[in-house]
């Protein structure tokens, strides 16, 4: 069996007509060595939207597979079902909302073979701007190699999931918090507590990913939502 050098997940909830863009953005990268997981809501049925597009698509392109998320499970159980059949070594998250910009996976896993690094964090920019949004969000303009956390503060300013690319044991929680009850993450909070986890990041000044507003993908930031962002550091502390 062949294993993709990445694995990125799309979540089809809430994203209606723009799941196909999201997964069709993937599969048009350049960079080929992959596999789209597309999570489905739990008990949806063949005739769901979100599982009529992943399956018509999977017929098409062997690369996407269909994974029906855990019924009953925590607000990122879906995510946690989609890292169980994850082949590959690197991850990345996306909103079937949202979308991936052309070359994004080639540039980020180039800089990650350059560095050595587990994580890499790149720019992102909105599709919708509303009150509030800059053009474009992420990490300050200058690229860094093989950095720790504390010596780049601001690839978790503004953080969204999908401009995040990391080693796939770095998404899935530690096994002494499996069996033990842990506060509901959002998946910007997941993102967070993988680069707390990784001891050299890159931070790439390049944009990768588009969002749309309510993206699951994006977190509240430091000036969006500072008592939000707040929360989730001390959620992420407790455990």
């Known amino acids: 069996m062949h294993r993709p050098r990445l694995s990125v997940i799309v979540q089809a909830a809430g994203a209606g007509p723009h799941l196909e863009g999201a997964v069709r953005s993937v599969l048009n990268q350049t960079f080929r060595d992959l596999e789209v997981l597309v999570v489905v809501e739990p008990g949806a049925d063949a005739h769901s939207p979100g599982e009529q597009v992943a399956t018509r698509l999977s017929a098409r392109d062997r ?87 504390a010596q780049v503060p601001g690839a978790v300013e503004d953080l969204v999931a999908g401009a995040v690319i990391a080693r796939r044991e770095l998404w899935t929680p530690p096994r002494r918090l499996v069996a033990l009850p842990t506060p509901a993450m959002s998946l910007p909070a997941r993102t967070l507590a993988v680069l707390r986890r990784a001891t050299r990041i890159d931070v790439l000044d390049e944009e990768v990913y588009t969002w749309r507003a309510g993206s699951e993908a994006r977190g509240p930031g430091a000036n969006t939502d500072p008592g939000a962002l707040l929360a989730q550091v001390d959620a992420l502390g407790r455990l």
């Not at 029906?68 to 946690?80: N, T």
Request: hydrophobic letters at 40%; aromatic letters at 2%; charged letters at 20%.
């Open 63 to 149: 690369r996407v597979r269909v994974v029906p998320a855990v019924r009953g499970s925590d607000p990122s159980g879906w995510l946690d079902a989609a890292l169980k059949r994850a082949r590959g070594s690197l991850v990345t998250v996306v909103d079937g909302g949202d979308g991936l910009i052309a070359g994004a996976c080639q540039s980020m896993i180039r800089c990650l073979e350059q560095s050595g690094s587990q994580a890499v964090v790149a720019r992102s920019r909105s599709l919708t701007p509303a009150a509030g949004d800059g053009p474009r969000t992420g990490p300050s303009s200058v690229t860094r190699l093989a950095q720790p956390l």
